[in-house]
Nanobody, 112 residues
Framework: QVQLVESGGGLVQPGGSLRLSCAAS????????VGWYRRAPGKQRELVAS???????NYADSVKGRFTISRDNAKSTLYLQMNNLKPADTAIYYC??????WGQGTQVTVSS
């Protein structure tokens, strides 16, 4: 059974940075695409960034140049480095493994 556990969320001022982590159990992490999604208050969940098993990345236009997704297959861990955060980035952030597994989410709040 696969479990995903996110961490690293919190409260940060505009312009600040956070690094999210998503630790996966099981043995399928390295062979699957993984991604970060977010759900802002009153909005639908949206893709933030994804990375394939080969390391190809994709970003939402709203985060390009500010966020960086990466993975460490030896640790079965996904990361999201978020810089120059804006209030519009406030949301619950979820990691997703393939199309079947979701983490429980971690809250990111950007506010002064």
């Amino acid at each position: 059974q696969v479990q995903l556990v996110e961490s690293g969320g919190g409260l940060v001022q505009p312009g600040g940075s956070l690094r999210l982590s998503c630790a996966a159990s099981g043995s399928i992490f390295s062979i699957n695409a993984v991604g970060w999604y977010r759900r802002a208050p009153g909005k639908q969940r949206e893709l933030v960034a994804s990375i394939t098993s080969g390391g190809s990345t994709n970003y939402a236009d709203s985060v390009k140049g500010r966020f960086t997704i990466s993975r460490d297959n030896a640790k079965s861990t996904l990361y999201l480095q978020m810089n120059n955060l804006k209030p519009a980035d406030t949301a619950i952030y979820y990691c997703r493994l393939s199309s079947a597994y979701w983490g429980q989410g971690t809250q990111v709040t950007v506010s002064s």
